[in-house]
């Protein structure tokens, strides 16, 4: 290769897994009434974890170990507070001391703290009634609730203090502490469709691929889809389509990462043509080919690859 040579792009690492560990994975997510529990279980099972709110916390050793229908362990998100029966917060130390002894479990206790002025604001614009005011005052439950739950404040692995989170902002803080470790990896969808119809409604990016010379209106590729193999060809011939389809190559290993690392459970990449059965439906499925390859593991669906040919719907001839 001469020294005047253009260097080659640089091409995306593909991805490498996380070493498994083997052990079971159990997240306890406790907290003050009001501080965001709901929507941290939420996020975390987006993320994977099979979450259950309100669960006596005393029968915690008869859950875990339990073996789903395909033999694996499923990783917990377990929520309680004070609402939970049985809650006695010295009880439930001990007992999580017990359980975090076994080789075979990994257990982290998140509590999600609030100041109580923030905490009396969002009750009183819910209208909600605090667990522990009964008649008396909001504030008054959540000072009580404050002094009961002070034990498991100190001794949880992690506090997350919400009293200035918008829903949103404790989502992404959720998202942005446990996704590394999510049990869940990002499902890919990749799919074709035509734009004469209808567009779909779920998806995150969608490319438009009329500008692409359509098969359609060569004869004997009508009733062919870009599975076949004489389609492909065809579209490949097409001098934009390599510089096209390369540019969003690089812009889906660029943005793929990143929305993994920020914990969202679904991308649906869309590739649509007038009617898709074949430049959409090559496109995707190409683009799902080399997904693969840089380690994802793409789902792939042709919305509208066994719709009929129609001259009517596919606009002038070029």
Known sequence: MSSDSP??????????????????????????????????????????????????????GGLIGQADSDGQKSPLAIGFDSRTRGFVPQDIIELVKDLSAREDLLITTLFLDCNSGELERRYNETRRRHPMAQERPVRVGIQAERELLEPLRRWADAVIDTSTFASNQLQQSIREQFAQTAPQDMSVIISSFGFARGTPPLADLVFDMRFLDNPHWIEHLREQTGLDEAVGAHIRQDPAFQTAFDQIRQLLLTLLPRYQAQGKSYVNIAFGCTGGRHRSVFTASQMAEELTEQGFAPTVLHRNLGSRAADEIEGPQA
């Open 7 to 60: 260097p080659s792009p640089t091409e995306p690492s593909p991805i490498e897994p996380l070493p498994v560990d083997p052990r079971q994975r159990i997240l306890l997510v406790t907290g003050l009434s009001g501080a965001g529990k709901t929507t941290a279980l939420r996020v975390l099972e987006d993320l994977g974890w099979e979450a259950i709110d309100n669960f006596p916390i005393r029968l915690l």
